[in-house]
Protein backbone atom coordinates (compact mmCIF):
# COMPACT_ATOMS: atom_id res chain seq x y z
CA UNK A 1 0.00 0.00 0.00
CA UNK A 2 1.20 3.38 -1.22
CA UNK A 3 2.12 5.54 2.13
CA UNK A 4 2.88 8.50 0.79
CA UNK A 5 -0.10 11.78 1.56
CA UNK A 6 -0.04 14.46 -1.22
CA UNK A 7 -3.26 16.69 -1.43
CA UNK A 8 -6.00 15.98 -3.96
CA UNK A 9 -5.54 18.33 -7.05
CA UNK A 10 -9.54 19.28 -8.25
CA UNK A 11 -9.37 20.15 -11.56
CA UNK A 12 -12.49 20.14 -12.54
CA UNK A 13 -16.31 21.83 -12.72
CA UNK A 14 -18.96 19.67 -11.81
CA UNK A 15 -21.55 22.37 -11.41
CA UNK A 16 -21.83 25.68 -10.43
CA UNK A 17 -20.88 24.77 -6.58
CA UNK A 18 -17.21 23.52 -8.31
CA UNK A 19 -16.11 26.46 -9.93
CA UNK A 20 -13.30 26.98 -7.11
CA UNK A 21 -12.15 23.40 -8.33
CA UNK A 22 -12.30 24.43 -12.17
CA UNK A 23 -10.01 27.08 -11.54
CA UNK A 24 -7.31 25.13 -10.36
CA UNK A 25 -7.86 23.20 -13.89
CA UNK A 26 -5.68 26.23 -15.39
CA UNK A 27 -3.02 26.01 -12.58
CA UNK A 28 0.50 26.65 -13.26
CA UNK A 29 2.04 24.02 -11.22
CA UNK A 30 5.98 23.50 -10.02
CA UNK A 31 8.14 22.46 -12.75
CA UNK A 32 8.38 19.21 -11.23
CA UNK A 33 4.38 18.57 -12.02
CA UNK A 34 4.45 20.64 -15.91
CA UNK A 35 4.72 18.67 -18.58
CA UNK A 36 4.19 19.14 -22.74
CA UNK A 37 1.59 17.06 -24.28
CA UNK A 38 2.42 14.66 -26.90
CA UNK A 39 2.55 16.51 -30.56
CA UNK A 40 2.05 15.29 -33.36
CA UNK A 41 -0.31 12.31 -33.41
CA UNK A 42 -2.14 11.77 -36.73
CA UNK A 43 -6.21 10.64 -36.58
CA UNK A 44 -7.11 6.96 -36.08
CA UNK A 45 -7.81 5.66 -38.53
CA UNK A 46 -9.60 2.08 -37.95
CA UNK A 47 -9.94 -0.02 -34.63
CA UNK A 48 -7.75 -2.64 -32.71
CA UNK A 49 -9.70 -4.94 -35.12
CA UNK A 50 -8.30 -3.17 -38.34
CA UNK A 51 -12.23 -2.48 -39.16
CA UNK A 52 -12.28 1.02 -40.91
CA UNK A 53 -14.02 3.60 -38.68
CA UNK A 54 -15.75 6.40 -39.59
CA UNK A 55 -15.07 9.92 -38.12
CA UNK A 56 -17.67 11.32 -36.42
CA UNK A 57 -19.50 13.88 -37.97
CA UNK A 58 -19.07 17.68 -36.37
CA UNK A 59 -21.77 18.64 -34.43
CA UNK A 60 -23.20 18.02 -30.78
CA UNK A 61 -25.53 15.18 -30.25
CA UNK A 62 -26.52 15.67 -26.72
CA UNK A 63 -26.39 18.22 -23.96
CA UNK A 64 -26.15 17.57 -19.74
CA UNK A 65 -28.71 19.16 -17.72
CA UNK A 66 -28.26 19.79 -14.47
CA UNK A 67 -31.02 20.00 -11.31
CA UNK A 68 -29.96 23.28 -10.20
CA UNK A 69 -30.80 24.58 -13.59
CA UNK A 70 -33.99 23.24 -14.10
CA UNK A 71 -35.62 22.67 -10.92
CA UNK A 72 -37.40 25.75 -11.20
CA UNK A 73 -38.62 25.19 -14.29
CA UNK A 74 -41.98 25.89 -15.06
CA UNK A 75 -44.18 23.87 -17.82
CA UNK A 76 -43.60 26.64 -20.57
CA UNK A 77 -39.69 27.18 -19.67
CA UNK A 78 -39.35 22.74 -20.56
CA UNK A 79 -41.58 23.09 -23.92
CA UNK A 80 -39.13 25.73 -24.84
CA UNK A 81 -36.05 23.81 -23.99
CA UNK A 82 -36.65 20.58 -25.06
CA UNK A 83 -37.97 22.11 -28.73
CA UNK A 84 -34.91 24.10 -28.79
CA UNK A 85 -32.36 20.75 -28.01
CA UNK A 86 -34.98 19.07 -30.70
CA UNK A 87 -33.93 22.40 -33.45
CA UNK A 88 -30.54 21.95 -32.58
CA UNK A 89 -30.17 18.21 -33.07
CA UNK A 90 -29.77 16.63 -29.88
CA UNK A 91 -30.78 13.41 -29.47
CA UNK A 92 -29.14 12.79 -25.64
CA UNK A 93 -29.49 14.16 -22.69
CA UNK A 94 -27.62 13.53 -19.89
CA UNK A 95 -28.58 14.12 -15.78
CA UNK A 96 -26.49 14.18 -12.74
CA UNK A 97 -27.12 13.60 -9.98
CA UNK A 98 -29.84 12.02 -9.21
CA UNK A 99 -29.06 11.85 -5.83
CA UNK A 100 -26.37 13.52 -3.41
CA UNK A 101 -24.87 11.64 -0.52
CA UNK A 102 -23.19 12.85 2.53
CA UNK A 103 -20.19 11.37 4.26
CA UNK A 104 -21.30 13.61 7.47
CA UNK A 105 -25.10 12.10 7.88
CA UNK A 106 -27.32 15.30 8.42
CA UNK A 107 -29.93 15.39 10.92
CA UNK A 108 -33.36 14.03 10.46
CA UNK A 109 -35.51 15.95 8.87
CA UNK A 110 -33.35 18.53 7.77
CA UNK A 111 -33.24 21.08 5.11
CA UNK A 112 -30.77 21.04 1.84
CA UNK A 113 -27.33 22.22 2.60
CA UNK A 114 -27.06 25.88 1.34
CA UNK A 115 -24.88 24.42 -1.25
CA UNK A 116 -27.83 22.34 -2.65
CA UNK A 117 -30.12 24.40 -1.99
CA UNK A 118 -32.54 26.13 -5.07
CA UNK A 119 -33.33 29.74 -4.47
CA UNK A 120 -37.26 30.49 -3.52
CA UNK A 121 -37.51 26.86 -2.37
CA UNK A 122 -39.93 26.75 0.22
CA UNK A 123 -41.39 23.34 0.83
CA UNK A 124 -39.94 19.82 0.72
CA UNK A 125 -41.15 15.71 1.37
CA UNK A 126 -39.86 15.01 4.58
CA UNK A 127 -37.38 11.63 4.75
CA UNK A 128 -38.83 8.64 5.06
CA UNK A 129 -40.97 8.17 8.38
CA UNK A 130 -38.86 5.95 11.06
CA UNK A 131 -41.25 3.37 12.81
CA UNK A 132 -43.01 4.50 15.66
CA UNK A 133 -40.74 4.60 18.96
CA UNK A 134 -37.51 4.30 17.15
CA UNK A 135 -35.06 7.15 16.35
CA UNK A 136 -35.32 9.37 13.68
CA UNK A 137 -32.93 8.15 10.71
CA UNK A 138 -30.42 10.82 9.59
CA UNK A 139 -29.87 11.96 6.30
CA UNK A 140 -27.32 10.23 4.26
CA UNK A 141 -28.58 11.65 0.87
CA UNK A 142 -31.18 13.58 -1.00
CA UNK A 143 -32.31 12.72 -4.00
CA UNK A 144 -33.70 14.98 -7.08
CA UNK A 145 -37.14 12.00 -7.23
CA UNK A 146 -39.27 11.04 -4.52
CA UNK A 147 -37.39 8.40 -2.99
CA UNK A 148 -38.02 5.42 -0.58
CA UNK A 149 -34.34 4.38 0.19
CA UNK A 150 -33.53 4.41 4.04
CA UNK A 151 -31.27 7.62 4.85
CA UNK A 152 -32.79 9.28 1.78
CA UNK A 153 -35.13 12.44 1.53
CA UNK A 154 -35.67 14.53 -1.91
CA UNK A 155 -34.27 17.37 -2.19
CA UNK A 156 -36.41 20.29 -0.13
CA UNK A 157 -38.70 22.26 -2.70
CA UNK A 158 -37.97 20.32 -5.91
CA UNK A 159 -40.67 18.52 -8.28
CA UNK A 160 -39.75 15.21 -9.38
CA UNK A 161 -36.94 15.76 -11.81
CA UNK A 162 -36.50 12.48 -13.20
CA UNK A 163 -40.08 12.43 -14.64
CA UNK A 164 -39.79 15.47 -16.47
CA UNK A 165 -36.94 14.59 -18.00
CA UNK A 166 -37.93 11.77 -19.25
CA UNK A 167 -41.32 12.94 -19.81
CA UNK A 168 -40.50 15.89 -22.30
CA UNK A 169 -36.99 13.40 -23.41
CA UNK A 170 -39.62 11.05 -24.63
CA UNK A 171 -42.28 13.57 -26.26
CA UNK A 172 -39.59 15.19 -28.34
CA UNK A 173 -37.95 11.75 -29.14
CA UNK A 174 -34.68 11.85 -27.48
CA UNK A 175 -32.45 9.60 -25.12
CA UNK A 176 -31.89 10.40 -21.62
CA UNK A 177 -28.58 8.76 -19.44
CA UNK A 178 -29.59 9.05 -16.29
CA UNK A 179 -26.98 10.06 -13.20
CA UNK A 180 -26.50 7.84 -9.84
CA UNK A 181 -25.25 9.29 -6.85
CA UNK A 182 -22.24 11.74 -6.29
CA UNK A 183 -20.57 12.61 -2.66
CA UNK A 184 -18.75 16.15 -3.26
CA UNK A 185 -16.27 14.54 -0.72
CA UNK A 186 -14.59 12.89 -4.12
CA UNK A 187 -12.39 16.14 -4.63
CA UNK A 188 -10.50 15.22 -1.02
CA UNK A 189 -10.55 11.55 -0.95
CA UNK A 190 -10.90 10.09 -4.84
CA UNK A 191 -9.31 6.90 -4.41
CA UNK A 192 -7.08 7.45 -0.93
CA UNK A 193 -10.14 5.78 0.94
CA UNK A 194 -11.04 2.63 -0.45
CA UNK A 195 -13.67 2.09 1.99
CA UNK A 196 -15.43 5.33 1.37
CA UNK A 197 -15.24 5.31 -2.61
CA UNK A 198 -16.68 1.52 -2.15
CA UNK A 199 -19.50 2.76 -0.15
CA UNK A 200 -20.29 4.90 -2.41
CA UNK A 201 -20.82 2.52 -5.19
CA UNK A 202 -22.79 0.51 -3.07
CA UNK A 203 -25.05 3.82 -2.43
CA UNK A 204 -24.63 4.66 -6.10
CA UNK A 205 -26.27 0.63 -6.75
CA UNK A 206 -29.14 1.25 -4.38
CA UNK A 207 -30.14 4.39 -6.17
CA UNK A 208 -29.60 2.75 -9.63
CA UNK A 209 -32.09 0.01 -8.40
CA UNK A 210 -34.83 2.21 -7.02
CA UNK A 211 -34.35 4.62 -10.83
CA UNK A 212 -34.76 1.41 -12.52
CA UNK A 213 -37.76 -0.09 -10.96
CA UNK A 214 -39.44 2.71 -10.52
CA UNK A 215 -38.92 4.88 -14.40
CA UNK A 216 -38.15 2.24 -16.71
CA UNK A 217 -40.77 0.47 -17.33
CA UNK A 218 -42.85 3.55 -18.28
CA UNK A 219 -40.12 4.87 -19.78
CA UNK A 220 -38.47 1.72 -22.11
CA UNK A 221 -37.20 3.78 -25.09
CA UNK A 222 -36.42 7.34 -23.25
CA UNK A 223 -34.60 5.90 -20.24
CA UNK A 224 -31.43 4.99 -22.16
CA UNK A 225 -28.12 4.46 -20.25
CA UNK A 226 -26.63 5.75 -16.89
CA UNK A 227 -24.19 8.53 -16.56
CA UNK A 228 -21.23 7.26 -13.69
CA UNK A 229 -21.10 11.04 -11.95
CA UNK A 230 -17.34 10.62 -10.47
CA UNK A 231 -14.92 12.08 -12.65
CA UNK A 232 -11.63 10.34 -13.08
CA UNK A 233 -8.31 12.98 -14.00
CA UNK A 234 -4.97 12.08 -14.86
CA UNK A 235 -3.14 13.19 -11.61
CA UNK A 236 -5.43 11.68 -8.51
CA UNK A 237 -4.65 8.28 -9.85
CA UNK A 238 -1.11 7.87 -10.48
CA UNK A 239 -0.41 5.62 -7.61
CA UNK A 240 -1.07 1.57 -8.79
CA UNK A 241 -3.01 1.16 -5.53
CA UNK A 242 -5.29 4.79 -6.04
CA UNK A 243 -5.47 2.98 -9.58
CA UNK A 244 -6.34 -0.24 -8.08
CA UNK A 245 -9.20 1.34 -6.03
CA UNK A 246 -10.37 2.60 -8.98
CA UNK A 247 -10.56 -0.41 -10.96
CA UNK A 248 -12.55 -1.47 -7.82
CA UNK A 249 -15.23 1.21 -7.83
CA UNK A 250 -15.79 0.66 -11.24
CA UNK A 251 -16.47 -3.27 -11.00
CA UNK A 252 -18.71 -2.92 -8.25
CA UNK A 253 -20.64 -0.10 -10.22
CA UNK A 254 -20.71 -1.82 -13.63
CA UNK A 255 -21.13 -5.32 -12.03
CA UNK A 256 -24.55 -4.14 -10.35
CA UNK A 257 -26.14 -2.55 -13.38
CA UNK A 258 -25.23 -5.22 -15.82
CA UNK A 259 -27.11 -7.36 -13.36
CA UNK A 260 -30.21 -4.92 -13.34
CA UNK A 261 -30.40 -4.48 -17.03
CA UNK A 262 -26.80 -5.63 -19.35
CA UNK A 263 -29.00 -3.75 -22.35
CA UNK A 264 -28.18 -0.41 -21.07
CA UNK A 265 -24.52 1.57 -22.11
CA UNK A 266 -22.23 3.04 -19.56
CA UNK A 267 -21.26 6.62 -19.60
CA UNK A 268 -18.62 8.14 -18.41
CA UNK A 269 -16.89 11.35 -18.23
CA UNK A 270 -13.14 11.24 -17.25
CA UNK A 271 -10.80 15.06 -17.88
CA UNK A 272 -7.44 16.04 -18.07
CA UNK A 273 -4.58 18.44 -17.45
CA UNK A 274 -2.00 18.53 -20.23
CA UNK A 275 0.49 20.19 -16.78
CA UNK A 276 0.07 17.03 -14.85
CA UNK A 277 1.28 14.55 -17.35
CA UNK A 278 1.57 13.89 -21.47
CA UNK A 279 -1.36 12.21 -23.32
CA UNK A 280 1.04 9.27 -24.00
CA UNK A 281 0.88 8.65 -19.83
CA UNK A 282 -2.78 8.91 -20.01
CA UNK A 283 -3.36 6.52 -22.60
CA UNK A 284 -1.55 3.89 -21.09
CA UNK A 285 -3.51 4.63 -17.74
CA UNK A 286 -7.22 3.67 -19.13
CA UNK A 287 -5.15 1.12 -21.42
CA UNK A 288 -4.79 -0.78 -17.45
CA UNK A 289 -8.00 0.75 -16.36
CA UNK A 290 -10.06 -0.64 -19.63
CA UNK A 291 -7.79 -4.18 -19.15
CA UNK A 292 -9.43 -4.38 -15.64
CA UNK A 293 -13.21 -3.29 -15.77
CA UNK A 294 -15.90 -4.96 -16.77
CA UNK A 295 -16.78 -2.81 -19.48
CA UNK A 296 -19.09 -4.30 -22.01
CA UNK A 297 -19.45 -3.39 -25.69
CA UNK A 298 -21.37 -0.46 -26.35
CA UNK A 299 -20.42 1.54 -23.08
CA UNK A 300 -18.96 4.66 -23.60
CA UNK A 301 -15.57 5.96 -22.94
CA UNK A 302 -16.68 10.20 -23.32
CA UNK A 303 -13.43 12.46 -21.69
CA UNK A 304 -13.96 16.27 -21.29
CA UNK A 305 -12.44 17.85 -24.20
CA UNK A 306 -11.07 20.58 -21.31
CA UNK A 307 -10.81 23.44 -23.62
CA UNK A 308 -13.52 25.63 -21.47
CA UNK A 309 -11.89 24.88 -18.01
CA UNK A 310 -8.38 25.06 -19.34
CA UNK A 311 -7.11 21.79 -18.55
CA UNK A 312 -5.97 21.91 -22.19
CA UNK A 313 -6.16 24.39 -25.07
CA UNK A 314 -8.03 24.57 -28.23
CA UNK A 315 -4.22 24.08 -29.93
CA UNK A 316 -3.21 20.50 -28.43
CA UNK A 317 -6.50 19.24 -27.13
CA UNK A 318 -6.99 17.06 -30.11
CA UNK A 319 -3.53 15.41 -29.59
CA UNK A 320 -4.81 14.05 -26.56
CA UNK A 321 -7.63 12.27 -28.18
CA UNK A 322 -5.59 10.47 -30.40
CA UNK A 323 -3.51 9.46 -27.95
CA UNK A 324 -6.52 8.40 -26.04
CA UNK A 325 -8.20 6.81 -29.24
CA UNK A 326 -5.64 4.37 -29.34
CA UNK A 327 -6.57 2.71 -25.58
CA UNK A 328 -9.98 3.12 -26.39
CA UNK A 329 -9.09 0.64 -29.60
CA UNK A 330 -7.62 -1.96 -26.56
CA UNK A 331 -10.99 -2.20 -25.85
CA UNK A 332 -13.21 -4.56 -27.98
CA UNK A 333 -16.82 -2.66 -28.28
CA UNK A 334 -16.21 -0.02 -26.26
CA UNK A 335 -17.20 3.32 -27.81
CA UNK A 336 -14.90 6.93 -27.53
CA UNK A 337 -17.06 10.25 -27.75
CA UNK A 338 -16.02 14.32 -26.88
CA UNK A 339 -17.59 15.28 -24.07
CA UNK A 340 -17.26 19.14 -25.61
CA UNK A 341 -17.10 22.56 -23.55
CA UNK A 342 -19.12 25.30 -24.45
CA UNK A 343 -18.07 27.83 -21.63
CA UNK A 344 -15.19 30.51 -20.79
CA UNK A 345 -13.94 29.60 -17.52
CA UNK A 346 -11.95 32.57 -17.16
CA UNK A 347 -15.24 34.82 -16.85
CA UNK A 348 -18.11 31.52 -16.93
CA UNK A 349 -19.43 33.23 -20.48
CA UNK A 350 -20.47 31.20 -23.05
CA UNK A 351 -17.68 30.03 -25.73
CA UNK A 352 -18.01 31.96 -28.95
CA UNK A 353 -19.08 29.65 -31.28
CA UNK A 354 -16.34 30.14 -33.87
CA UNK A 355 -14.01 28.19 -31.10
CA UNK A 356 -16.73 25.62 -30.44
CA UNK A 357 -17.48 24.72 -33.97
CA UNK A 358 -13.39 24.19 -34.32
CA UNK A 359 -13.81 21.98 -31.01
CA UNK A 360 -16.18 20.07 -32.88
CA UNK A 361 -14.61 19.94 -36.47
CA UNK A 362 -10.71 19.11 -34.64
CA UNK A 363 -11.56 16.01 -32.36
CA UNK A 364 -14.14 14.49 -34.95
CA UNK A 365 -11.61 12.53 -36.70
CA UNK A 366 -10.67 10.58 -33.79
CA UNK A 367 -14.08 10.05 -32.08
CA UNK A 368 -17.66 7.62 -33.01
CA UNK A 369 -19.85 11.01 -31.11
CA UNK A 370 -19.95 14.26 -29.94
CA UNK A 371 -21.88 15.74 -26.54
CA UNK A 372 -21.39 18.74 -25.24
CA UNK A 373 -21.40 20.73 -21.39
CA UNK A 374 -23.55 22.15 -21.71
CA UNK A 375 -25.73 23.48 -24.54
CA UNK A 376 -28.39 23.97 -22.21
CA UNK A 377 -26.59 25.67 -19.78
CA UNK A 378 -24.45 27.84 -22.38
CA UNK A 379 -26.32 28.34 -25.37
CA UNK A 380 -30.25 28.06 -24.93
CA UNK A 381 -32.18 31.67 -25.36
CA UNK A 382 -33.69 30.41 -21.98
CA UNK A 383 -30.45 31.66 -20.58
CA UNK A 384 -28.83 33.73 -23.23
CA UNK A 385 -28.52 35.80 -25.75
CA UNK A 386 -30.37 33.97 -29.02
CA UNK A 387 -28.34 34.68 -31.44
CA UNK A 388 -26.20 31.37 -29.93
CA UNK A 389 -28.51 29.03 -30.68
CA UNK A 390 -29.57 30.75 -34.34
CA UNK A 391 -26.10 30.54 -35.46
CA UNK A 392 -25.40 27.17 -33.59
CA UNK A 393 -28.74 25.80 -35.36
CA UNK A 394 -27.73 27.70 -38.61
CA UNK A 395 -24.45 25.24 -39.04
CA UNK A 396 -26.52 22.07 -38.63
CA UNK A 397 -28.58 23.18 -41.05
CA UNK A 398 -26.03 23.83 -43.15
CA UNK A 399 -24.52 20.63 -42.94
CA UNK A 400 -21.39 21.99 -40.81
CA UNK A 401 -21.25 25.25 -42.75
CA UNK A 402 -20.44 27.95 -40.23
CA UNK A 403 -22.18 31.41 -41.26
CA UNK A 404 -19.87 33.80 -42.71
CA UNK A 405 -21.86 37.36 -43.07
CA UNK A 406 -20.10 39.73 -41.07
CA UNK A 407 -22.29 42.50 -39.75
CA UNK A 408 -22.83 46.31 -40.36
CA UNK A 409 -20.33 48.34 -38.91
CA UNK A 410 -22.02 49.90 -35.39
CA UNK A 411 -23.28 53.68 -35.86
CA UNK A 412 -23.48 56.80 -33.86
CA UNK A 413 -20.18 56.21 -32.11
CA UNK A 414 -19.96 59.01 -29.53
CA UNK A 415 -17.34 60.06 -27.19
CA UNK A 416 -17.26 62.59 -24.10
CA UNK A 417 -14.43 63.19 -21.78
CA UNK A 418 -15.21 62.53 -18.23
CA UNK A 419 -13.55 64.42 -15.67
CA UNK A 420 -13.88 65.00 -11.77
CA UNK A 421 -11.49 66.93 -9.21
CA UNK A 422 -10.89 63.24 -7.14
CA UNK A 423 -10.11 60.85 -10.13
CA UNK A 424 -8.08 61.54 -13.57
CA UNK A 425 -9.55 61.64 -16.52
CA UNK A 426 -11.70 58.79 -18.86
CA UNK A 427 -13.39 59.08 -22.28
CA UNK A 428 -16.87 57.25 -22.16
CA UNK A 429 -17.45 55.53 -25.48
CA UNK A 430 -20.89 54.56 -26.57
CA UNK A 431 -22.42 53.15 -30.17
CA UNK A 432 -25.39 52.14 -31.65
CA UNK A 433 -26.15 48.70 -31.72
CA UNK A 434 -24.72 46.51 -35.55
CA UNK A 435 -26.93 44.89 -37.83
CA UNK A 436 -26.39 41.14 -38.47
CA UNK A 437 -28.59 38.35 -39.82
CA UNK A 438 -28.18 36.13 -36.66
CA UNK A 439 -26.96 38.54 -34.28
CA UNK A 440 -23.98 40.21 -33.06
CA UNK A 441 -22.03 38.83 -29.55
CA UNK A 442 -19.11 41.31 -29.33
CA UNK A 443 -17.77 44.68 -29.96
CA UNK A 444 -14.19 45.65 -29.90
CA UNK A 445 -12.85 49.18 -29.07
CA UNK A 446 -9.63 50.56 -30.80
CA UNK A 447 -8.06 53.53 -29.64
CA UNK A 448 -5.48 55.08 -32.39
CA UNK A 449 -5.71 51.73 -34.37
CA UNK A 450 -5.08 49.52 -31.59
CA UNK A 451 -7.86 47.29 -29.48
CA UNK A 452 -8.72 48.32 -25.83
CA UNK A 453 -11.39 46.60 -24.78
CA UNK A 454 -14.15 44.24 -25.89
CA UNK A 455 -17.74 43.96 -24.97
CA UNK A 456 -20.14 40.90 -24.97
CA UNK A 457 -23.64 39.78 -24.76
CA UNK A 458 -24.63 38.69 -20.76
CA UNK A 459 -23.15 35.80 -19.60
CA UNK A 460 -25.72 33.37 -18.09
CA UNK A 461 -26.90 34.26 -14.93
CA UNK A 462 -25.65 38.01 -15.43
CA UNK A 463 -28.64 39.44 -17.20
CA UNK A 464 -26.43 42.65 -15.55
CA UNK A 465 -23.91 42.72 -18.51
CA UNK A 466 -26.43 43.77 -21.19
CA UNK A 467 -25.88 47.39 -19.59
CA UNK A 468 -22.50 46.83 -20.81
CA UNK A 469 -22.44 45.90 -24.28
CA UNK A 470 -22.98 49.17 -25.89
CA UNK A 471 -20.84 51.48 -23.97
CA UNK A 472 -17.04 51.68 -22.79
CA UNK A 473 -15.12 53.64 -20.20
CA UNK A 474 -11.18 54.50 -21.11
CA UNK A 475 -9.55 55.53 -18.02
CA UNK A 476 -5.97 55.31 -20.19
CA UNK A 477 -5.81 58.61 -21.54
CA UNK A 478 -3.67 61.63 -20.87
CA UNK A 479 -4.78 65.51 -20.47
CA UNK A 480 -2.92 67.11 -23.58
CA UNK A 481 -3.85 64.09 -25.83
CA UNK A 482 -6.29 63.96 -28.78
CA UNK A 483 -7.81 60.40 -29.50
CA UNK A 484 -9.52 58.41 -32.23
CA UNK A 485 -11.86 55.65 -31.22
CA UNK A 486 -13.22 53.22 -33.58
CA UNK A 487 -15.67 50.13 -33.12
CA UNK A 488 -15.92 46.78 -34.77
CA UNK A 489 -18.94 44.06 -33.79
CA UNK A 490 -18.74 40.87 -34.14
CA UNK A 491 -21.43 37.63 -34.48
CA UNK A 492 -21.67 34.65 -33.27
CA UNK A 493 -20.07 32.72 -35.55
CA UNK A 494 -16.47 35.04 -35.41
CA UNK A 495 -17.46 37.50 -38.33
CA UNK A 496 -16.21 40.77 -37.92
CA UNK A 497 -17.54 44.02 -39.29
CA UNK A 498 -15.15 47.24 -40.95
CA UNK A 499 -14.92 49.61 -38.46
CA UNK A 500 -17.64 52.88 -37.44
CA UNK A 501 -16.86 55.89 -38.54
CA UNK A 502 -14.04 57.25 -36.28
CA UNK A 503 -14.74 59.67 -33.73
CA UNK A 504 -11.98 62.07 -32.35
CA UNK A 505 -11.89 63.20 -28.70
CA UNK A 506 -9.33 65.68 -27.12
CA UNK A 507 -8.70 65.26 -23.47
CA UNK A 508 -8.09 68.90 -21.98
CA UNK A 509 -5.23 70.00 -19.20
CA UNK A 510 -8.31 69.93 -16.44
Known amino acids: MNTQVEPVVALRRFDRLDRLRTALAGLLLSPALACTPAMGAAPATGTASGTPRPPAKPFATGTFIQDWLSAGWDEATWEKEFAYLKEAGMTYIVIAPTAYTFTTPLPPDSSAPAALATPGASTAPAAPAAQSGSPPTPIIGQTIYPTNLPGFQQKPGYPDLVEKYLHYAAKYGMKVFVGLNFNDDWWKKASRDPGWLLEE ?9 ELYQRYHSRYPNTFYGWYWVWEIDNYNFRFRDWENTLISALNVQLDHLTALDPSLPFLFCPFMNYR ?3 AAQYRDFWKRVFANTHLRPGDIFAPQDCVGAGGLTIDNFDTW ?3 LRKAVDTKPG ?3 WSDAETFVQADWSSAPLSRFVRQLREVAPYVDNIISFA ?5 SPNLVDPGFHRTYVDYVRSGGQLDSEPPSPPTNVRATVLTSSYTPPSVSVEWDAAQ ?7 YTVYRDGQPVATTKVARPGHPEDAALLLNY ?8 HAYRYEVRATDFAGNTSPPSAPIQVEVGQG
Request: overall charge negative; glycine content about 10%; aromatic content about 16%.
Open 201 to 209: MRRGNAVAT
Open 276 to 278: LGT
Open 321 to 323: FAE
Open 334 to 336: LLF
Open 375 to 379: YTHYY
Open 436 to 442: DNLGVYS
Open 473 to 480: VDTNVHPG
